[in-house]
């Protein structure tokens, strides 16, 4: 099965890494003036992230890719027009995450002057779930 990004074709190999970190569920408790304990519970309704990660022995995208992520990020996220995230058939809207670091993040593979369009490069992407 495929990844894609708005129709962006993304590796397949890509790691979702806090696929399993997060909380639906608010929580807080505190005791009153009598010690009585006051706990609260509500779903959570948006904002789990979807951290995407390649990795540098694996997962390595061409810097054409790099280069349209990038321009894919520089547009202001628009949460009542989110991008389609089809992570191996699960459909998820999603806006990206600038509150943790770069949105794209891209390193490149090996070191050289003056990469060209298929220079390999391992990528992050900081997404957050909003529907």
């Known amino acids: 099965m495929a990844i894609t990004l708005d129709g962006l074709e993304l590796p397949a190999d890509l790691e979702w890494q806090d696929e399993f970190d997060w909380q639906p569920v608010a929580h807080s408790s505190e005791r009153s003036l009598t010690g009585k304990l006051l706990i609260e519970e509500a779903p959570l309704i948006k904002g789990r992230p979807v951290t995407l990660f390649g990795g540098p022995n694996a997962c ?4 054409s890719l790099v280069q349209a992520l990038k321009a894919m990020e520089s547009i202001p996220s628009d ?3 989110p991008m389609m995230l089809d ?3 699960q459909q998820l809207l999603v806006i990206w995450n600038r ?4 949105p794209v993040e891209a390193k490149p593979v090996q070191r050289i002057r003056n990469p060209g369009e298929t220079h ?3 990528i992050t992407l900081r997404l957050m779930e909003v529907a």
């Open 60 to 63: 390595w995208v061409p810097r």
């Open 79 to 81: 949460p009542q027009q």
């Open 120 to 122: 390999k490069y391992y």
């Open 99 to 102: 509150a943790n670091g770069q």
């Open 87 to 89: 992570f191996h058939g």
